[in-house]
């Protein structure tokens, strides 16, 4: 058996999560590969609205198997608030989560750590969502993080001299440690809580599943364009969010990837700060966010918005082997009269169509093609037959552009409102 993936193209927020609780009835297993609880997800269905972080989002659906895989950092009492929440929706998780033994912690003094190194920055600040993930993945690559595996083996002696490191860092960039007591009473209670889940070493499970017949589907999280190789360094997260990353986030050997679905917005958007050449700073851009409530499920900001870029899709696609396109929110878009998709940029008079080294600090003008816009509310439509000619002109288009066929396309938040696409 192969493994599926599945993962953002553009600068995140796009769709994920709803899409993997759509598709999990395919599958067995369900595993998240990287990324913490930077990432949130809000998943529709039942008039009921749920918010995952770090939980994958297949939890939802018939009892499969869902593992929180070792190319992920978790935060043990985000994790514990999240699972608490959804046990108190009636989903209790921890039959049917299993996380892995290698997956790294992110301590509080991570956190304390994302802060000042925030206001270290200044005015070149990343706009991190403050939840520890640099430090914790600085931590791991630098062969000092401490991993679940370890809270089942001298914790205390690892944990305290980690803190004493931390505490060291934080001195160094004048930042104090106010809070920090009981900020770790909690986490220490937390990290108790886990003991109450299966953790496993995930990469032997994953693959005995697979040898075994069992169908898998990787979940990423954050978006290509945040990838720590490939998106626009320095505004980006610190993980592989690319297909790699399932590969390096849950030991599967790359032989052993099967579809990949490539997930965008109909538009794009971006959180934080960092270069985004299409973006819209006029009244279209803001209707796109009311249109879209584009602001974030983790931190509440709002959500910078534009127009979709083919030049940066195409990276993406290239990047990940995409097989199968997503398309996300094209209901957002139901009412304007026209559609722009940025073809090109213009760089210092010349027409660039590859995605640049850097497009950070430099003048880009998005070169657009304008297409009618369909004028229709799709969002009760329930089959492709009703697309209005304008829209299945717009699906044509893209993946004319963009060489891969669009299987699936979301019309509105909920499990519902997906159109799985004839093939
Ligand atoms: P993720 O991080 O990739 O899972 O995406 P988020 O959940 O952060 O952001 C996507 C937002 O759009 C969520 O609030 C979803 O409920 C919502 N959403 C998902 N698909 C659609 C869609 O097709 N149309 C509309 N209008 N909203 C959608
Ligand atoms: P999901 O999975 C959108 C952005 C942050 C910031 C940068 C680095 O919901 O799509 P970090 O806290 O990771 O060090 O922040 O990455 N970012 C996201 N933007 N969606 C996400 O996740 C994100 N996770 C991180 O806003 O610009
Ligand atoms: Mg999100």
Redesign the pocket.
Known sequence: MKVDVLL?LQ????G?GKVVDVLTPRYDIVARFQ?GP????TLEFEGQKYVLRSIPSGIFQHGQTNIIGNGVVLDPVLFRQEAEELAKSGFDITKTLKISKKAHLIMPTHRLL?AANERAKGGAK??????G??PTYTDKVSRNGLRIGDILNNFETRYAEARKRHVAMLASLGAGTDGLDELEKNWLDAVDFLRKFDLIDSEHYINHALDNGKSILCEG???TM?DVDFGSYP????SNTICAGACTGLGVAPGRIGEVFGIFKAYCTR????PFPTELFDETGKRIRDLGHEY???TGRERRCGWIDLVALKYAIMLNGVTQLIMMKSDVLDGFDQIRACTAYEINGETVTEFPYSVDGIDIKPVYATLPGWKTDMTQFRSEEQFPKEFSDYIKFLEKELGTPITIVSIGPDREQTIIRNR
Do not use: M, R
């Not at 930077?38 to 997800?41: I, M, Q, S, V």
């Not at 990343?126 to 939840?131: A, D, L, V």
């Not at 505004?235 to 610190?238: A, E, G, M």
């Open positions: 953002g600068w995140g927020d796009e994920k990324g930077n990432a949130g997800h994302d990343i706009g991190t969502t403050g939840k993930i640099g999280a954050q978006g945040l505004f980006v997260t610190s959180v934080g700060a960092g974030g499920a983790v």
